[in-house]
């Protein structure tokens, strides 16, 4: 591996753990939820409500990832360019 390859792995990795946050964190949400429940006795309630916070969570960082992500080509793109230069 070249020394140029490494902020491509990285970019990779990073775009490689949306899967895990998709599914991990309200995993661990509704885990903490659950806890909680059994504690207070009001189960499902609070499972419920954090494992939807959770996705919600998610969800809106792999939205603004993407959406960054394609504002940052958009000002790359060949067209914008081509603009520049005529």
Same mark, same amino acid.
């Given at each position: ?6 902020? !491509?792995?990285?970019?990779? #990795? %990073? %775009?490689?753990? @949306?899967?895990? +946050? ?7 949400? =509704?885990?903490? @939820?659950? &806890?909680?429940? %059994?504690?207070? @006795?009001?189960?499902? #309630?609070?499972?419920?409500?954090? =494992?939807?916070? @959770? $996705? =919600?969570?998610? #969800?809106?960082?792999? $939205?603004? &990832?993407?959406?960054? +992500?394609?504002? +940052?080509?958009? !000002?790359?793109? =060949?067209?914008? %360019?081509? +603009?520049?230069?005529?």
């Amino acid at each position: 591996m070249k020394a140029t390859d490494t902020p !491509q792995l990285i970019s990779d #990795v %990073r %775009r490689s753990s @949306g899967g895990f +946050e998709l599914v991990l964190s309200p995993l661990l949400l =509704a885990l903490i @939820g659950f &806890g909680l429940d %059994r504690l207070f @006795g009001i189960t499902p #309630v609070l499972t419920v409500l954090f =494992a939807i916070v @959770g $996705v =919600a969570g998610a #969800v809106t960082i792999t $939205v603004i &990832g993407y959406d960054r +992500e394609m504002g +940052e080509h958009m !000002q790359h793109a =060949a067209w914008k %360019r081509l +603009e520049a230069d005529s």
